[in-house]
C-alpha cells in the first residue's frame, strides 16, 4: 500500500497580519508538492505533537528571532518578531535535530537552525557587511545575487554546482555557527549563506529561498528533490 509523505512547513506570524491570520505563500507549498510531498501547515501547540504526524520540516521564512533567544541586543530595524513562533520553531528544531527528521530550512528557518544548535546572528547585515552587494532590495523586496559553494560540501553535490544565482530576501544572517554546523555557500561579501551538518546529511538551510522562481531554478529545484528523498526514506522507517 502506498503512503504520502508529509511534511509539516512553519508558517508566518499572525503578528505581521492585519487580520491576525497564520499564512505561508504558495510558492512553499507548490515546491514541496512538485516533488511529490504532501504539505500541512504547523501553526504552533506542543512541538513534540507537531512531530508525529509529519515525516519531514520545513521551517518557512518571515521575520526577525527575537534578540533574547540568542544573547544578542534589540535593533532598530527588527521586523515582525513573535516570541511564541521563535520559541515553538526552536522547540521543534530541537526535537526534529534528536529524532533524525530530515529539515529544509529556509531564510528565517535557517537562522532558526542555527540559533537552535546555539548559533547567534548578525542584527543587521549592510552594518556588518556594508551595501555593496544587496541581500534585499528596498523597502523588502527579493533580489538576485550570486553563492559560492565550496566544492568539499555535500550541498556542491546536491547542486551539482559551485557557483549559482539565487533569489535574496534577507537582513540578518547567520554569525556565529551552531553546534556542528559548518558553512556550506558564501556571498561575495562574505556573507554565510548556507549552513549543513557533517551528519546528519538530511538537513539542508540555505539563507536564499529556493521556492520563489527566477533565479537558476532548476538548480533550486534539486534541493527540494533532495530533501523529498530524505522524506520519503524516513517515511519508509516509520511504515
Ligand atoms: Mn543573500
Redesign the pocket.
Given at each position: 500500500m502506498f503512503h504520502s509523505s508529509h511534511v509539516g512547513l512553519t508558517s508566518y506570524s499572525p503578528c505581521g497580519d492585519p487580520k491576525g491570520a497564520f499564512s505561508l505563500p504558495a510558492d512553499y507549498i507548490d515546491a514541496v508538492a512538485d516533488v511529490g510531498l504532501e504539505p500541512s501547515l504547523l501553526v504552533g501547540g506542543d512541538p513534540r505533537a507537531s512531530l508525529e504526524t509529519i515525516d519531514g520540516l520545513l521551517l518557512s521564512g518571515g521575520g526577525d528571532i527575537d534578540p533574547g533567544q540568542y544573547g544578542g541586543e534589540k535593533h532598530e530595524t527588527n521586523y515582525m518578531v513573535d516570541p511564541r513562533r521563535d520559541s515553538y520553531e526552536i522547540e521543534l528544531t530541537r526535537c526534529a535535530l534528536a529524532s533524525g527528521l530530515p529539515i529544509l530550512a529556509i531564510c528565517r528557518g535557517m537562522q532558526i537552525l542555527n540559533v537552535a544548535t546555539g548559533g547567534t546572528l548578525v542584527a543587521h547585515?549592510p552594518e556588518r557587511f556594508g551595501s555593496a552587494?544587496e541581500?534585499?532590495a528596498p523597502p523588502r523586496e527579493p533580489v538576485v545575487?550570486r553563492?559560492q559553494v565550496p566544492a568539499d560540501s555535500r550541498l556542491s553535490l546536491t547542486l551539482a554546482t559551485t557557483d549559482l544565482a539565487?533569489m535574496?530576501?534577507?537582513h540578518q544572517?547567520v554569525d556565529r555557527l551552531g553546534t556542528g554546523l559548518r558553512v556550506a555557500a558564501t556571498?561575495a561579501d562574505g556573507?554565510i549563506?548556507a549552513v549543513e551538518f557533517v551528519q546528519p546529511r538530511s538537513v539542508i538551510a540555505v539563507?536564499?529561498h529556493p521556492e520563489l522562481k527566477g533565479a537558476d531554478d532548476g538548480r533550486q529545484r534539486r534541493l527540494f528533490a533532495a530533501f523529498a528523498e530524505c522524506v520519503q526514506e524516513q517515511r519508509r522507517g516509520r511504515s
Open positions: 547585515v552587494l541581500h534585499r545575487h553563492v539565487v535574496s530576501w534577507h544572517a556571498a556573507v549563506e539563507q536564499w
